[in-house]
Nanobody, 120 residues
Framework: QVQLVESGGGLVQPGGSLRLSCAFS????????LGWYRQTPGKRTRDIVA????????NYADPVMGRFTISRDNAKNTVYLQMNSLKPEDTAVYYC?????????????WGQGTQVTVSS
């Protein structure tokens, strides 16, 4: 039911910044949370990066805390991940996700992923 389209990935130098965008089709009232996972090269699992609830509560994984900021623009149906002070270990495929409210079954929907490469 929910579609998510990611953009903003690319190549950036260490210490640089990048902003990821994820446009979603669901209305705010249908969502519990929006966020991002990432999958590091060579790993099969995705690690949570950050999420923001419909009430505006944000949470960050320890490796990105203080450097990344997640935000939401309800009018544009878009969630953003501002990434500052990027490190080579931030290199990964980043996946946007939307988690529906419990009344909608708490289902998660995923974006297609966008590559972020931090290298000089």
């Amino acid at each position: 039911q929910v579609q998510l389209v990611e953009s903003g990935g690319g190549l950036v130098q260490p210490g640089g910044s990048l902003r990821l965008s994820c446009a979603f089709s669901a209305t705010t009232s249908e969502l519990y949370a929006l966020g991002w996972y990432r999958q590091t090269p060579g790993k099969r699992t995705r690690d949570i990066v950050a999420f923001i609830t419909s009430g505006g509560m944000t949470n960050y994984a320890d490796p990105v805390m203080g450097r990344f900021t997640i935000s939401r623009d309800n009018a544009k149906n878009t969630v953003y991940l501002q990434m500052n002070s990027l490190k080579p270990e931030d290199t990964a495929v980043y996946y946007c996700y939307a988690e529906m409210d419990w009344t909608m079954g708490s289902r998660k929907y995923w974006g297609q992923g966008t590559q972020v490469t931090v290298s000089s």
